[in-house]
C-alpha cells in the first residue's frame, strides 16, 4: 500500500482544522455530529484540540457496503444524535468523495432547526464531486484513490491505520471477506 499522507502529516492536518474551527466559534457552544463510522479517529483527535463549550453525538450514514468500492443508496439513522434545535452544528466525517452523503446530510440536520450547520471533512477526493457544495472544513484534498487508515477502511480493515495509505487494484482484489 502506498502512503498518501504519513502520521505527522494526518495530525497537522486534525491541528489545522481544530484551529479553523476555535477561530470561527471561539467561546461559542458547538455541537459536532461525527458520521460513523469513518468519521471516530477523527472525532476523537479533533474534539481534544477544540476550546468552545462542546457537545459531540454521531449519525449513521452509509452509502457503501461490504466489498463495494461504489456507492449505493444513503441510509442514514439519526437516533444517537443530540438535539441540535437552535444549536450551532458542524458535520465531520471521514471523506467528501461524490459529496451526495453530505448533501443529504445536511439537509436532515436543517430539519431539526439548528442556528447553523457547517461540514467538515478529513479528506476531499479531486474529480469525483458529483454535487454543488463545498465542505466548509477539509483536512486534505488527495487524488482520485481507493484510500483506508485513520478511521477509512475496506471491508473493516484498516481503519486503526494512524496513516492514509492507498490501495491498489491488486490489494482490493485480494482482501479477504
Known amino acids: 500500500m502506498k502512503t498518501l499522507l504519513t502520521e505527522e502529516q494526518v495530525q497537522e492536518g486534525v491541528g489545522r482544522m481544530a484551529a479553523e474551527l476555535n477561530a470561527a466559534?471561539?467561546?461559542?457552544?458547538?455541537?459536532?455530529?461525527?458520521?460513523?463510522?469513518?468519521?471516530?479517529?477523527?472525532?476523537?483527535d479533533l474534539i481534544r484540540k477544540l476550546e468552545m463549550p462542546l457537545r459531540v453525538g454521531v449519525v449513521q450514514a452509509s452509502s457503501y457496503r461490504g466489498a463495494t468500492t461504489t456507492r449505493g443508496s444513503l441510509t442514514v439513522n439519526a437516533e444517537m444524535m443530540p438535539d441540535i434545535s437552535d444549536r450551532h452544528v458542524v458535520i465531520v466525517d471521514d471523506i467528501f468523495?461524490?459529496?451526495?452523503?453530505?448533501?443529504?446530510?445536511?439537509?436532515?440536520?436543517?430539519?431539526?432547526?439548528?442556528k447553523s450547520v457547517k461540514s467538515a471533512v478529513f479528506l476531499r477526493k479531486h474529480g469525483r464531486q458529483e454535487v454543488d457544495i463545498t465542505p466548509d472544513y477539509v483536512g486534505f484534498d488527495i487524488p482520485d484513490e481507493f484510500v483506508v487508515g485513520y478511521g477509512l477502511d475496506y471491508q473493516d480493515a484498516y481503519r486503526n491505520l494512524p496513516f492514509v495509505g492507498a490501495l491498489e487494484p491488486a490489494e482490493i482484489e485480494s482482501c479477504p471477506p
Open 25 to 44: 466559534y471561539r467561546d461559542t457552544p458547538l455541537t459536532i455530529v461525527g458520521v460513523l463510522t469513518g468519521s471516530i479517529v477523527l472525532m476523537a
Open 97 to 114: 468523495d461524490t459529496g451526495h452523503t453530505m448533501l443529504e446530510l445536511l439537509a436532515i440536520m436543517e430539519q431539526f432547526d439548528p
